[in-house]
């Protein structure tokens, strides 16, 4: 049987066929790529200054493809975020790895954790000092059960430095002054440079020290 004839005046109609769905390691490249690309510009220039239209450019995609991989421009820097906070606490936990003892592994994780500071100078304006940022964005990201995990090391190490049977409330409490201690240590070393501040190690010490006092 012959096939029907083409309506004169028309072209026959094509088959067009989607892209093939992308596998989770591509999706992962991907965004490690944009991300990367992020952390340049938001640490070159500002996070504020920088536009998803920018970032695509520099990223060598649409704007409409980075919207594929990321929500918004506050996704891709609590990713960066993120990162910072992996590698930190990776990186102490090592630490605390080399050190049987208590108070030494305390010591050892506390001043490790402002080092890190120290030495990623352009991390620290990263996360704690960008400018574009609203307290919301903040708050969702420090309220991330993830990253609030990753903080419990400093409850845990504290609590078998003072012995193991300090009361909840009061760990709690020496908790937070301790991160208060160490982030203030950091912050000061970072921002005030042309004061001639103690040995950073010597500063965390004498902050541990006072919380470990009977």
């Known amino acids: 049987m012959a096939a029907p004839k083409q309506a004169e005046g028309r072209t026959p109609e094509r088959r067009t066929r989607g892209r093939p769905a992308r596998s989770p390691e591509q999706i992962a490249d991907m965004r490690g790529q944009i991300s990367a690309c992020a952390l340049r510009l938001f640490q070159g220039e500002g ?3 920088i536009s998803m239209r920018r970032l695509a450019q520099e990223a060598g995609c649409t704007a409409m493809t980075l919207y594929k991989y990321f929500d918004s421009k506050i996704d891709i820097l609590r990713t960066l975020w993120a990162d910072v906070f ?38 620290y304006f990263m996360v704690f000092m960008s400018g574009g940022v609203s307290l919301s964005d903040v708050v969702g990201f420090v309220s991330d059960p993830a990253l609030l995990a990753r903080f419990e090391m400093l409850r845990t190490h504290l609590d078998c430095a ?48 006072g919380l470990l006092a009977k």
């Open 47 to 49: 996070y504020a200054a």
């Open 86 to 123: 992996d590698e930190l606490f990776d990186g102490l936990e090592q630490i605390a790895a080399r050190h049987s003892e208590p108070v030494a592994r305390l010591n050892a994780v506390a001043t490790g954790y402002v080092a890190y500071w120290l030495e990623h100078r352009e991390h």
């Open 162 to 209: 003072l012995g193991g049977d300090t009361e909840a409330g009061e760990l709690r409490l020496k908790t937070d002054l301790l991160m208060c201690a160490l982030n203030g240590i950091a912050h000061n070393l970072i921002t005030i440079n042309g004061y001639p501040w103690s040995d950073p190690e010597k500063l965390v010490r004498q902050a541990t020290g």
